[in-house]
Each structure stands twice: as structure tokens, then as C-alpha cells.
């Protein structure tokens, strides 16, 4: 359901940019990376795209637990806050524990 809402956000921002940028938080690309890394400490930790050419990035900070999803139609260098938050107080953050064993596979 999440991902059909997404989808259906990212073609509205597509196809109606004027609609979709009162409604979304739309600004060019650089001007929210600067924002995100400056006010928010995030960085990009994941990035993908949709068969319409859609572009989804996660924004995330590891010490507050502070995120931003952000969507980028297809051809156009501006980016639309989708969703933002904070991670759970009890969920642990992003620095893994070291490995108390050698790894089971090798690539």
C-alpha cells in the first residue's frame, strides 16, 4: 500500500509539477542536499529508481536518528519531500556491532 502511495505521488509530481510543488515540499536538487546535510546532518544512504524513471533517495542521520525521503521525477533536478522522521527511541542506530567471527562466505 505504502509503495502504491509513493508511486502515486511520484506521477503526480510528474505529471502536474505546478500541483504536485504546492503540495510537496519541492525545491532543486542541490538546495535540499545542502539543507539535509547542513540543518539535519543527513546523508544519502540509499537511492533508487522506478521502470518511470522516478528517483527515490534516503536521507539519513546515524547519531539522532533523523530521515528524509525524498522523489525526483524523471529529467528534472528537483526534489519533493515525500516523507521525514525520526528513528524509534528503542530501535538501535546504524553503527553495527564488530564481528565476533570470520565471515562465512567470501565474494
Do not use: H
Not at 21 to 32: D, E, F, G, N, V
Not at 40 to 61: C, D, H, K, P, Q
Request: hydrophobic content about 40%; glycine content about 10%.
Amino acid at each position: 500500500m505504502k509503495r502504491i502511495l509513493v508511486s502515486a505521488i511520484g506521477l503526480a509530481v510528474a505529471s502536474a509539477p505546478q500541483l504536485a510543488m504546492a503540495k510537496l515540499s519541492c525545491y532543486p536538487l542541490t538546495q535540499i542536499e545542502r539543507a539535509l546535510d547542513a540543518e539535519y546532518g543527513e546523508m544519502r544512504r540509499f537511492s533508487g529508481r522506478e521502470a518511470t524513471g522516478i528517483e527515490y533517495r534516503l536521507y539519513v542521520n546515524g547519531k539522532t536518528g533523523s530521515w528524509s525521503w525524498i522523489g525526483i521525477p524523471a529529467g528534472t533536478g528537483v526534489g519533493c519531500l515525500i516523507f521525514a522522521g525520526k528513528a524509534d527511541e528503542d530501535m538501535p542506530r546504524l553503527d553495527p556491532p564488530a564481528p565476533t567471527s570470520p565471515p562465512q562466505a567470501q565474494f
